[in-house]
């Protein structure tokens, strides 16, 4: 009782302390890109060429990055999931051994989900993940759900055969009765990767989407030769996302696009209080008994403020009690997801022409807005606080701070003077 | 043919059993004797089965001594050995002789124990003898009294014993032939029962057996003793069909599956095939009705929709946004609406052709009242025809709802009895000639009459209360599809077949079958009346050349003649009967009926009929005007400007001679059947022979269908269905009378690809489409001819010999290239392929056709379809396929489905099919080109995401019709073969292909595999479309690079697509647009 009665003030506090971490990474960061920039001009006299060449693809690169986020961040407020039980569904069948992706699909898409689940993680902290396999005709699973990176990954990349026929339907069945077990506020998740071209079922395939729609599972499926009709008719009817992979890169795109929350369902729209718990860490040397293994440990850890069981890593759910345990900064940095920073206006070079409103330097990492030979670089400015940001600082702000330094530092400025 | 044992005729032959029922073993034991007996009296076994079946035991069992002796003998002399080895071979060579037969009869045996067992009442067996079940030679019916305990055991009891001796020695007295026939014949086991649900899998469904009238079945009923004797047969018939009625039954084949049941058929000669057969009509109701996407723009119920300008006209058109092919495609219409004349319109499907005309023409009548006034819509099915009324109203509601209810507009669909009555007696007979038999027996003008004295006679309800309705039976305004008019029918209780056929002269816009228009036997009816101020539309028109070849031949078959002799017996019947005199009639009435006539009625049966009609003919008013109203329902086979307005001449004008000049005419056919060799020639040489041979004259024959409609009518026989033979008789005599050119009279002695088979056939065949459809060009101002493929555009024109005002050919715009047309030349070795005929049948060509079939089935999800050349290459090909194991291969990837000739099961193939291809399990369907699938049903979106046209779809180009049609061709039209087989075959194909892209959203490949469309005189006529996407780097493929392209373009097509076209190119017009463009660029370029 007395730990709910914390729970926001505690967590608003981690919040700004997060914050200060952020501004010191944000120093870190362009650093190294500058260092990277210096090398260049070291090697000036020699590669000219490949110079420029290399930071024109830099720099469209960087723009479509930050076309396709001003895409995607346009609609400003929409009430997400931050709690999400993901099922990873990675079809190793026949077709999941052919050569048309270098070397074979399955280890393309190994490669990409073992990406993927550290790229989840970072965005969904208090999110779970679960793998299961096609194979054979049948579905297996892999692990379980749980909020480890390295336990999924390590698990898929021992399994890496292929064989038989895939069964959409086997899988469907086995993550619908696994999700089912899932509280109620989690929002129900699943992301086949499918390789083959057709699925071979027990029974009717129609009535199990049916089933995964009534218990609100998302089913979302990536492709990797061409459009399946029944794959269509699944994300369609429980409200998922259906698309094909062109080559590795594409396949990339498409996965990484799962990573931010997707939009709630109308039915989880309704605000409900979920009780979290938030464990200390355990002093160090001193040896337990963990719950999640079932063995003495010694130091790390941390303590169910409930129970007092020893757990080995956050967020988790307490093996004893049932809480749901999470650390701070695991909320605070799901919490971006709510409010997202509005995006960034380019700044065109007509309004730069006035030399006394020329920016010289990006507030971000201080760094001269200039070309050499004193031309104006691309450059960015918050409508907020009317700053400018180089396009690096632009993206490292809006993926991954989330918080607007000029408006932080401009905010903190305004209490001093008050 | 079978006379001898067909002379008992409808009448059964009883057997009466000593039991008290007859069990299952000994239905079983029964069957299987008089299987064997049929089987050694038609000498298709060496000896008896028993003996058979002796002799291979015998056989077997010294084989194993042998082999036994063999190994024991090893330290013996090399003497016995030696003849010990010879005696083992012969003995192994007279087993595998007899082995494939023993299996054969063993499987029919374990078949029908299975179904015996299983199925618990079985009401007849019928064992049908022939080269197929619909065409039999022989048939012998067993019927088992009901009520059977099914006893355990198949054991051969005393009972059966003297039950089966005792048929068979029926069976002989009766004379079932001894003959034999060269050539494959078979024999089939048909098995009628009321099937349940939870039957084996193996036994699938089969439609009812019906065989041809010609042979007439012997028939043996089994009797118990306990069974009331005095049920007659009807009643026997009535029970059961009603027992029918309330079990739902099903048609059964039973075989390993029907799959490979086509093999089997072709590898055996004497091969004893089980089908078991219960039957059903529940099943085909239970077809799933696929909803296809609709092919038009992004529709939203409400919201704006489109009004625009098109020179004079305001045209409204019921969508938000409009292709731009679809605006120059009205455009066109309209300057061909101007010009009073006949247009020719291709554009490819998927465009919104139907709405687009519609939306047209009836803006046009909007705006210009007066002319034209009427829209005739002619379709090829009644599943068109529905969809080209739901458009209609929908088009309808919005110009209400824009004009109010000025612009209402009558619109209604129009098609046979079958598909409009709603009398629940009536309807369900089961064919279309059945339905119009049994209406005509309730609603013709003299049972009328008779109804009025005799309440005890049936009528129709509905038709009585449209009759009372008289004028007042009229369709208020509005749009009518056929359910529609069903339904405004029962809840009125008018007959909505005759209302809607009354009318049809008031509608604005009708929307009918191809045949009301062009086939003048029914034309004459239908379409007597319609304005000339009438636009007539024919959609998906690239066969109207077969068409209106159709309406005007004829075949006549065996069959057809020996129905016509029995018609002819029955009127002679009729004629006496009629003669004989007054006093008698009323006598035999009243005794037999027990009916004392009134003195009127008498004297309209008596002879007094005939004399009256023999007058109105002397006077020359046999035309239909002259003769009752509502009883017209046979009208001249010949066009009407042909048909002279005169009086019938002298020597028919009596009933008795008719009837004798037509039994002198059919006599005369049935001995030009006769003949060994084929025959040719023309109807004036035909007609002369007559004339010298029987004495009929050409003018007789031109009268024989008027005089012999008349004379039905005097007889007063409703039961039309029964006199079809005599009809097509005396079609055939009056074409030939009429017409000397462009027709040909063929007598084939037998069919070429079973020569030993004597089907004797004579064929009269018209070879110049434009005449059927000459009246049409003449009597209606408008006539726009539009299809999908219609190219080469300018060939129409010449093949129906009309001057098109406007002949036009769209390309569809697309936002993506989203058809992906090949020519594959070469198979994965680099040798080429081809169906041409040195090359088809070469083992490579097949390999490669299966290999590029197993690849493509790896890569391309959901549905493939494949066209093949003809059913016999299919079967051929799929064969050897099936032997190489390819065939295994492919049903790793997807399921294979097959078409065959059989409606029901190609409609349960295409049924299973779609599922296949719903649950994503995908599916491979073997089609043929010009069959029923490739004519009429789409394979859009997932069910088609790939068409392989395998081989160029040249007719069959030894056929005599089709080298007189090219002869004809070159004479009159100066058309070389090469340029029309060309032609045919391409349109054919692109036909085939058209099937998989209904609707801009949809994306589908098509695979020329013959390295004969590279060439350019074969690629040129494909319609433009497909063209237009065929890239040059396409033309000349092989196995692995189609693979490669394809999986390029499946990746490419699965991305998600702007549907407007927002990037570059734009497909969707809205309103402002269009203003835009019209203002801005009076030419659209295109």
Redesign the interface.
């Known amino acids: 009782m007395n730990k709910d009665a914390n729970f926001l003030p505690e967590s608003t506090f981690k919040i700004s302390n997060e914050d200060s971490i952020c501004r010191c990474i944000a120093h870190e960061k362009p650093k190294a890109y500058s260092t990277t920039l210096g090398r260049v001009v070291l090697d000036k006299e020699e590669k000219c060429l490949t110079k420029r060449l290399n930071t024109k693809i830099v720099f469209i690169t960087q723009e479509m990055q930050r076309q396709r986020r001003l895409r995607t961040t346009t609609a400003a407020r929409i009430q997400k999931g931050l709690i999400r039980y993901l099922y990873i569904v990675i079809d190793l069948s026949r077709a999941a051994g052919e050569m ?1 992706y270098k070397p074979s699909r399955m280890v393309v898409v190994a490669r990409q989900v073992e990406a993927f689940i550290r790229e989840f993680f970072d965005q969904n902290p208090l999110s779970q993940v679960g793998l299961v396999t096609l194979k054979d005709g049948v579905a297996n699973s892999l692990t379980s759900l749980g909020g480890s990176p390295e336990s999924h990954i390590k698990a898929l990349m021992g399994k890496l055969t292929s064989s038989g026929d895939a069964s ?1 339907q086997n899988g469907l069945d086995l993550v619908q009765s696994l999700l089912n077990q899932v509280p109620s506020y989690g929002h129900r998740e699943v992301l086949i990767l499918y390789s083959a ?5 027990p029974g ?3 009535e199990t989407i049916q089933k995964c729609k009534a218990s609100k599972i998302r089913c979302s499926v990536i ?1 990797l ?7 269509k008719y699944l994300c369609q009817e429980t409200g998922g996302s259906y ?4 080559d590795e890169f594409h396949l990339k795109e498409l996965i990484f696009e799962h990573a931010p929350p997707p939009p709630a369902i109308a039915e989880f729209a309704v605000a409900n209080l979920i009780k979290m718990g938030f464990p200390q860490r355990a002093a160090e040397g001193v040896i337990s008994i963990c719950s999640c293994h079932k063995e003495a440990k010694v130091g790390g850890g941390y303590t169910c403020p409930r129970c007092k069981a020893r757990v080995c890593e956050l967020p988790t759910e307490c093996q004893i009690c049932g809480l749901t345990l999470v650390s701070s900064p695991h909320l605070a940095r799901s919490y971006h997801h709510l409010f997202p920073i509005t995006p960034f206006d380019d700044v065109t070079p007509s309004a730069t022409n006035n030399p006394n409103k020329l920016p010289k330097i990006c507030f971000g990492c201080q760094l001269s807005l200039l070309n050499p030979g004193n031309m104006p670089a691309p450059c960015v400015s918050c409508p907020k606080c009317e700053q400018f940001f180089c396009l690096d600082c632009d993206i490292y702000i809006h993926e991954s701070l989330h918080n607007c330094p000029g408006c932080e530092s401009f905010r903190h400025s305004k209490l001093v003077v008050a | 043919m079978d006379e001898s044992g067909g002379s008992s005729d409808i009448e059964y032959t009883n057997i009466d059993a000593a039991a008290d029922a007859i069990d299952c073993s000994t239905i079983f034991h029964l069957v299987t004797d008089i299987v064997g007996f049929i089987l050694f009296m038609h000498q298709q076994i060496p000896s008896l089965l028993q003996d058979i079946t002796l002799e291979f035991d015998g056989l077997r069992s010294e084989f194993k001594e042998l082999e036994i002796e063999l190994a024991e003998s090893e330290p013996k002399a090399p003497l016995i050995r030696r003849k010990l080895a010879a005696r083992k071979r012969e003995v192994k060579l007279g087993i595998r002789r007899l082995e494939k037969l023993m299996g054969c009869i063993s499987n029919l045996k374990a078949a029908l124990q299975l179904l015996v067992a299983e199925v618990p009442n079985i009401d007849k067996i019928s064992l049908v003898l022939g080269p197929s079940p619909l065409r039999p030679l022989h048939i012998f019916e067993l019927n088992f009294s009901n009520g059977r305990p099914f006893l355990e055991g198949f054991s051969r009891s005393k009972t059966t014993e003297t039950l089966s001796r005792k048929a068979i020695r029926m069976m002989i007295s009766k004379g079932i032939g001894s003959d034999s026939y060269p050539g494959p014949t078979k024999l089939f086991l048909l098995v009628k029962a009321p099937s349940y649900l939870n039957l084996p899998l193996h036994f699938l469904p089969k439609r009812e057996f019906r065989p041809n009238r010609k042979t007439k079945p012997f028939r043996l009923r089994f009797r118990c003793r306990t069974q009331n004797p005095e049920m007659n047969p009807q009643h026997n018939d009535f029970a059961s069909s009603v027992k029918l009625q309330h079990s739902p039954s099903t048609d059964l084949i039973c075989n390993e599956t029907a799959f490979f049941s086509l093999f089997a058929a072709a590898e055996f000669t004497n091969v004893v095939r089980v089908f078991i057969e219960l039957e059903s009509k529940e099943f085909r109701k239970s077809k799933r009705r696929h909803l296809s996407e609709k092919p038009a723009p992004a529709k939203s119920s409400d919201g704006a929709k489109m009004k625009f300008q098109i020179e004079d006209i305001t045209v409204y058109f019921p969508y938000d946004n409009i292709y731009p092919e679809q605006y120059s495609y009205m455009l066109e219409l309209k300057r061909a609406l101007d010009a009073k004349g006949h247009c020719l319109l291709e554009m490819p499907t998927g465009t919104g052709k139907t709405i687009a005309l519609l939306s047209l023409i009836t803006s046009y009548v909007l705006a210009k009242p007066s002319n034209p006034v009427k829209l005739l819509y002619c379709t090829r099915t009644v599943h068109e025809m529905e969809k080209t009324l739901a458009e209609l109203r929908f088009l309808h509601d919005f110009q209400v709802k824009e004009l109010g209810p000025s612009a209402r507009i009558l619109a209604l669909g129009l098609s046979s009895r079958k598909n409009l009555c709603v009398n629940p007696r009536v309807v369900s007979a089961e064919n279309r000639d059945s339905v119009d038999a049994a209406c005509r027996k309730l609603t013709a003008s003299w049972v009328r009459e008779t109804a009025i004295e005799n309440p005890n006679v049936p009528k129709c309800d509905f038709f009585e209360s449209y009759e009372k309705a008289a004028s007042d039976a009229v369709l208020p305004p509005g749009v009518y599809t056929l359910q529609d008019l069903r339904a405004f029918g029962k809840q009125k209780g008018w007959c909505p077949y005759f209302l809607a056929r009354r009318m049809v002269q008031f509608a604005n816009v009708v929307v009918y079958s191809y045949q009301y228009l062009l086939d003048p036997k029914v034309a004459g009816i239908i379409s007597k009346e319609m304005q000339r101020e009438t636009v007539v539309v024919f959609d998906e028109a690239h066969n109207i050349d077969n068409v209106c070849i159709e309406a005007l031949s004829v075949n006549v078959r065996t069959q057809t003649l020996d129905g016509a002799s029995r018609n002819l017996s029955r009127m002679s019947q009729e004629i006496e009967r009629l003669d004989l005199n007054l006093n008698f009639l009323s006598l035999f009435l009243h005794k037999s009926f027990g009916i004392i006539p009134p003195v009127r009625r008498l004297k309209a049966t008596d002879a007094g009929r005939l004399r009256a009609e023999y007058n109105r003919l002397v006077d020359g008013l046999a035309q239909r005007g002259d003769l009752p109203t509502g009883n017209t329902w046979l009208a001249n086979p010949a066009l009407p400007d042909d048909i002279l307005k005169e009086a019938v001449p002298g020597n028919i004008r009596r009933a008795e001679h008719f009837l004798s000049v037509l039994r002198r005419f059919v006599q005369y056919l049935k001995g030009r059947m006769q003949t060994e060799n084929v025959e040719k020639e023309g109807p004036v040489t035909f007609v002369a022979s007559i004339n010298s041979q029987v004495g009929i004259d050409q003018k007789m024959l031109k009268f024989c269908y008027d005089r012999l409609h008349s004379l039905m009518l005097t007889l007063e026989i409703t039961d039309t269905d029964e006199f079809l033979h005599i009809q097509t008789i005396c079609d055939l005599a009056t074409l030939v009378g009429t017409y000397t050119r462009g027709f040909s009279i063929i007598i084939e002695p037998f069919d070429e690809r079973m020569p030993h088979i004597p089907d004797p056939v004579l064929q009269l065949c018209c070879h110049d489409a434009s005449l059927a459809i000459k009246p049409v060009f003449e009597r209606f101002q408008s006539v726009v001819i539009t299809s999908g493929t219609l190219s080469p555009i300018d060939l129409y024109p010449r093949l129906l010999n009309f001057n098109p005002v406007v002949s036009r050919s769209f390309t569809i715009s697309l936002t993506r290239d989203c058809i992906c047309p090949m020519v594959l030349t070469r198979g994965s070795d680099q040798l080429p392929v081809s169906t041409k005929y040195d090359l088809r049948s070469d083992p490579g060509v097949e390999k490669n056709y299966g290999k590029l079939l197993l690849e493509m089935a790896s890569v391309v999800p959901d549905g493939i379809v494949c066209f093949f050349v003809s059913y016999s290459y299919m079967d051929g090909i799929v064969n050897s396929w099936h032997e190489s194991g390819i065939l295994k291969e492919i049903m790793k990837h997807k399921l294979v489905f097959i078409e065959t000739h059989d409606v029901v099961e190609t409609t349960l193939a295409l049924d299973n099919y779609r599922r296949a291809c719903d649950s994503g399990r995908g599916a491979v369907f073997f089609s043929v080109a010009r069959g029923k699938v490739a004519e009429g049903i789409d394979f859009d979106r997932h069910y088609g995401r790939l068409v392989i046209m395998f081989g160029i779809p040249f007719q069959y180009t030894l056929s005599r019709i089709l080298l007189a049609r090219l002869e004809y061709l070159r004479e009159t039209f100066q058309i070389k073969e090469g340029d029309f087989l060309t032609f045919d075959a391409l349109r054919q194909a692109a036909q085939c292909v058209g099937r998989v892209i209904r609707s801009k959203a949809d994306y589908g490949m098509m695979i020329f595999a013959d390295k004969r469309y590279s060439r350019h005189d074969k690629r040129s006529k494909l319609p433009s479309w497909i063209l237009s996407h065929l890239r040059d780097a396409h033309l000349n493929l092989s196995t692995d690079m189609a693979v490669h392209i394809a999986r390029e373009f499946l990746r490419k097509m699965a991305q998600p697509y702007d549907k407007s076209g927002a990037m570059g190119k734009r497909t969707l017009l809205s309103q402002e647009d269009l203003e835009k463009m019209v203002n801005g660029v009076e030419e659209m370029v295109f």
């Open positions: 048309d959409l071209l057709s699925t071979c079922d009717e395939i129609i492709g030769s061409a459009e399946l009709y029944i794959c698309s094909v992979a062109l």
